[in-house]
């Protein structure tokens, strides 16, 4: 009986994608997440300048940041999906790698290719490039667990099956009892980072600090919830059974302690 009930009461609702019909136009809600994220970036990033200790920056920069970062997230995201994930497909596929809309976006890549976009935007204003991410780690947990909350809305990236009475079954996948992975993250990557990192930027830190325990942080947070999500069935388990998302994780984890202990000095 509490097997059923625990079925009924978490099963996905399997919301429609698209948030919003406008004649066979429609918005979806991953994108509206992304620009949830941007919009999070702005107010949190104001509040900064305005209340904080960060001299030297200003709105026009903080949009100009803003513009910088998109690009990165984009450009590097997309791209981090096609090398690290499914390479082979897109080498046979070249033109699909524009294809953002059909889905297909890396976080690592988006990582990656935002650390790329802050040293554009260094050198642009002659800023210290560590001191400009220590300003941006706090800004990014919200979009980032928008975006899980876009994963989860699309019923996507679900969770491994549970044997246990908590779960939820994803219709569009099977009837099994699964993990919400997606809101783990939410919780994790989104909710819990930012709480962590706009608590410990309230003061003057090191250099690199703040930098280093976003690294810390979510590198953590997401080898933790791997072991619930569901792998990707092109690639499975890898090396030690870890996934593709625990791999690219550990090097974010013992680089940021790396980061830290150096900073401290």
Not at 2 to 16: A, E, G, V, W
Not at 17 to 23: E, R
Not at 152 to 163: P, S
Request: proline content about 4%; hydrophobic content about 50%; overall charge positive.
């Amino acid at each position: 009986m509490l097997n059923s009930i625990t079925l009924y009461m978490f099963t996905h609702p399997q919301f429609d994608p698209i948030a919003i019909h406008i004649g066979n136009f429609g918005i979806h809600w991953y994108g509206l997440m992304y620009l949830i994220g941007f919009l999070a970036f702005l107010a949190l990033g104001k509040a900064q300048i305005k209340h904080r200790q960060w001299h030297g920056w200003t709105f026009p920069m903080l949009d100009d940041a803003l513009f910088f970062g998109a690009l990165g997230v984009i450009l590097g995201g997309r791209l981090g999906y096609v090398l690290f994930y499914q390479p082979s497909y897109f080498i046979h596929h070249l033109l699909e790698i524009l294809a953002v809309w059909q889905g297909g976006m890396s976080f690592h890549g988006g990582f990656l290719g935002v650390l790329v976009a802050m040293w554009c935007f260094t050198r642009k204003y002659k800023l210290q490039w560590l001191k400009v991410m220590d300003f941006v780690a706090p800004l990014v947990p919200i979009g980032l667990g928008a975006g899980r909350m876009g994963n989860f809305i699309n019923a996507e990236l679900w969770g491994r099956v549970t044997h246990s009475t908590y779960g939820m079954v994803f219709p569009n996948v099977d009837s099994a009892l699964r993990h919400p992975s997606q809101l783990y993250e939410f919780a994790l990557e989104g909710i819990l980072l930012f709480i962590i990192l706009w608590i410990y930027s309230a003061k003057r830190r090191a250099t690199g600090s703040i930098s280093a325990l976003f690294l810390i942080g979510y590198g953590s947070f997401r080898f933790l919830v791997e072991y619930t999500r569901e792998p990707d069935a092109y690639l499975g388990l890898l090396s030690m059974n870890l996934t593709m998302g625990q791999w690219l994780s550990l090097p974010m984890v013992i680089a940021g302690f790396a980061m830290y202990a150096v900073c401290k000095k």
